[in-house]
């Protein structure tokens, strides 16, 4: 299913209006996808509401649209097995 969405990432991306990264786990048959917001100074207190509201609106959009397609697409994949 990662290859798969790896491949064609443009539904997932839409889903959550952002570009997801990929990555190999290291040592593991593994990957992971990742949604990255560069922040010029993490370490600056007042660029953190900013941070905090963009990570619980994307949250927000991979437990209400990210998960429900990820288990509807492994249903359908197990049910052809």
Do not use: C, H
């Not at 786990?25 to 007042?46: C, H, I, Q």
């Not at 994307?58 to 994949?77: D, F, H, T, W």
């Amino acid at each position: 299913m990662w290859e798969k969405i790896r491949n064609a990432p443009q539904p997932w991306n839409a889903l959550v209006q952002f570009d997801w990264g990929f990555e190999q786990v290291e040592g593991r048959t593994r990957a992971r996808m990742y949604l990255d917001k560069p922040v010029e100074d993490l370490r600056n207190e007042s660029s953190w509401p900013e941070v905090f509201q963009w990570f619980g609106e994307k949250l927000s959009l991979v437990y209400g649209l990210i998960a429900p397609k990820l288990r509807e697409e492994m249903e359908q994949i197990q049910s052809a097995e």
